[in-house]
Every structure is written in structure tokens, then in C-alpha cells.
């Protein structure tokens, strides 16, 4: 079993920034691929972005590219992911997700409880 713990949304104005943060409670964190996936009201949940578990590797949602920034922690069993020049549109509960598998692609087997962030125009 693995959990997971979002932190660090909020309500910001359009343009401004968050960074959101998920601790996971796993020994075996650095060896797994991680992700961020969004829904927002009414819609379906949809990926973010994801970061491989070595690291280098990261993708993103075309929505997000040039915006966001995803990085991790292995020392602290942690994710991040920085989100600046916010839109109206980016208003979701954020979700942070893995595999729990040991070296493999990314994939939402396992998800957090979310966290809310609200974006005003």
C-alpha cells in the first residue's frame, strides 16, 4: 500500500502562482514514477503531468506545457509540482497518483485525497 498526501492548493488570481506538494509513505518511493492528474467540476479527471522514477523524465499535458513544472524529492519522499501564469481554467482538485510499481511507467493506481485549487479571473 502506498498513500499519498497533496498539500499547498489554495485560491490565487489569474497570473499568479502555487506550488502543490504530495508526501508519499513509502521506502520504495524513489524507485517509483509519479504523476498529477486535475478534475474539475462537472468533468472528468484528466493528466497533468508525470515524472519518471529516475527522474529525468518528465510529460505534460499540452494545457499545462510552459506553465507548470514538475520535480521530485527523494530525499524527502515528496513531488512537487510548481504551477505559475495561473488560468480560470486550472481551477480542479488536484490529484497526485502512482503505480506503486518498482521502476515503472507512471500510472494512477494509487491516489491521493486531493487538493483544492481555485483560480479567480
Known amino acids: 500500500q502506498v498513500q499519498l498526501v497533496e498539500s499547498g492548493g489554495g485560491l490565487v488570481q489569474a497570473g499568479g502562482s502555487l506550488r502543490l506538494a504530495c508526501a508519499a509513505s513509502t521506502r520504495a518511493f524513489s524507485r517509483y514514477s509519479m504523476g498529477w492528474s486535475r478534475q474539475a467540476p462537472g468533468k472528468e479527471r484528466e493528466f497533468v503531468a508525470s515524472i519518471t522514477w529516475y527522474g529525468d523524465g518528465t510529460f505534460y499535458a499540452d494545457s499545462v506545457k510552459g506553465r507548470f513544472t514538475i520535480s521530485r524529492d527523494n530525499g524527502k519522499n515528496t513531488i512537487y509540482l510548481q504551477m505559475n501564469n495561473l488560468k480560470p481554467e486550472d481551477t480542479a482538485v488536484y490529484y497526485c497518483?502512482?503505480?506503486?510499481?518498482?521502476?515503472?511507467?507512471?500510472?494512477?493506481?494509487?491516489w491521493g485525497q486531493g487538493t483544492q485549487v481555485t483560480v479567480s479571473s
Open positions: 497518483a502512482t503505480s506503486g510499481k518498482a521502476y515503472s511507467d507512471y500510472s494512477g493506481d494509487y
